[in-house]
């Protein structure tokens, strides 16, 4: 099971945001990244997931809208 949440570190204990449907004593595994810190990567994760076939022949024309090749 993923869950994921939003917490606060505060004296050394994470502190969920809301609340959690867990049982008490669950033994889970964290995986952390900072709210404020953004992946330099997001805007283009997935772009190439359309479909296209011709996407190293027509970069330009998917990325900067140039004319497609032929």
Known sequence: MTIELEAVFENGVFKPKQP????????VRLT??????EDPLEGVI??????RTDGAENHDHYIYGTRKRR
């Open 20 to 27: 959690v449907a867990l049982e008490e004593g669950t033994c």
């Open 32 to 37: 952390l990244q900072t709210a404020d810190v």
């Open 46 to 51: 997935g772009i190439g997931d359309s479909g």
